[in-house]
């Protein structure tokens, strides 16, 4: 069995960072000490070497994930070892880590990255959820965390078939919820949009679908695989066709060409990691405060704020500056807490040394 890996996302930027004897393989699946990895020439479970364990051991950032690129080494003893994780495109990163892990293997000794080397980041939300109507503060919260990644968000209004009228209506205040953002209405059901969502996956580039439980993103899958249970698609060189062997459920090739990642870990995300891609996704209001009249308004009450008139004349809706006021709590408490983290690392560092240079004193004659 051989694979044409261009089908899974590799290209020569990737392969200048291939190092010498190396093959190069995609993780679909991490176990503990391992990875199930689709190369060239098959599928292998391939344990980890000992740069790996050792880099791993101080920072669990330079552990395999799911959708990494891996370089292969052949050992004498007839096996495949994961010699080394090539650079990360992009991340989804819990934990308090700084974007350099993106590209390095760097973090502060917590982080664990979920999925990598996404380039599109679906936020499907659901039109109707229950009673409810989408939740615009979800939208921002997740495409926060898709910017947060370095993939591209795009808005998928699930369940558009829910509705009858006002749909546009619904998308004109998603638009407005996110700024920048392609946003398209889909029925799973009814297929309306499923093809528009299948043409971002276009040059084999990977997704995820972030979303509340109920949007929907089990049965897009489903659709974006043609109606087929997506448990085994695999691509096999030549004629680029999907065929049925083991299966590989976090990472999903699909048949009309692209990759989706699905695994527990994203699926649970969304209530941490927003970082920087808070000041993005409210760039309409970062913009409207850079015309404040004091650099460090809290537009609150303070005179000539550009915030306060744009919410009074209507421009910018209360429910935004809200939700923006909340996301940057939760950034900056994320933050604080990534630098106690860090300070008490710090801290026992110090105790270690000096405990050290204690003892090396005592014993000195
Ligand atoms: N009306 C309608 N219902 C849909 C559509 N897509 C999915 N559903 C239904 O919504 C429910 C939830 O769909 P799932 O695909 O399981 O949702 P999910 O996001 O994967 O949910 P979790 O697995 O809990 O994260 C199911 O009963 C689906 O049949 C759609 O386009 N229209
Ligand atoms: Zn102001």
Redesign the pocket.
């Known amino acids: 069995m051989s694979y044409d890996l261009s089908l899974l996302g590799w290209n020569d930027l990737r392969a200048a960072d291939l190092p010498t004897d190396t093959v190069p393989a995609r993780v679909s699946r991490v176990d503990r000490g391992a990875a199930e990895v689709i190369a060239a020439d098959g599928q292998h479970h391939a344990k980890y070497g000992a740069r790996v364990r050792r880099a791993s051991a101080t920072d669990p950032v330079a552990l395999p994930c799911v959708g990494d690129w891996a370089a292969l080494r052949w050992l004498p003893e007839g096996r495949y070892e994961l010699d080394e994780v090539l650079p990360r495109s992009t991340a989804f990163v819990r934990g308090g880590v700084s974007r350099d892990s993106v590209g390095g293997l760097s973090g502060d000794g917590q982080g664990q990255v979920l999925a990598a080397n996404v380039d599109v980041v679906f936020v499907?939300e659901p039109s109707m959820h229950a009673a409810d109507f989408a939740d615009l503060g979800r939208i921002e919260r997740l495409v926060a965390l898709a910017w947060e990644s370095g993939g591209t968000p795009v808005v998928l209004v699930?369940?558009?078939?829910?509705f009858d009228d006002g749909l546009d209506d619904l998308l004109a205040d998603v638009r407005t919820a996110a700024p920048g953002v392609a946003v398209h209405a889909?029925?799973?059901?009814?297929g309306d949009g499923v093809e528009l969502a299948a043409g971002y996956l276009g040059g084999s580039r990977t997704a995820v679908i972030l979303?509340?439980?109920?949007?929907?993103?089990?049965?897009?899958v489903n659709a974006l695989a043609v109606g087929e249970v997506m448990e085994t698609q695999q691509v096999r060189a030549g004629d680029g066709r999907g065929r049925h062997t083991t299966a590989h459920r976090e990472l999903i090739l699909l048949p009309g060409g692209g990759l989706v990642i699905d695994t527990p870990g994203i699926?649970r995300i969304g209530l941490y990691d927003i970082g920087e891609g808070v000041d993005r996704v409210f760039a309409d209001i970062e913009e409207l405060a850079q015309r404040c009249r004091f650099g460090d308004c809290g537009h609150t009450s303070e005179p000539e704020c550009a915030v306060l008139t744009a919410l009074e004349s209507g421009e910018l809706p209360e429910r935004r500056l809200e939700s923006w006021r909340k996301l940057q709590r939760e950034a900056a408490w994320m933050a604080s807490r990534t630098d106690a983290r860090l300070r008490k690392e710090q801290q026992n560092k110090w105790k270690v040394i000096t405990k050290e240079m204690r003892r090396s004193g005592r014993n000195r004659p």
Do not use: Y
Not at 186 to 190: A, G, K, Q
């Open positions: 499907a699930t369940k558009s078939d829910l889909v029925s799973s059901l009814l979303g509340p439980s109920g949007a929907g993103k089990s049965t897009l699926r």
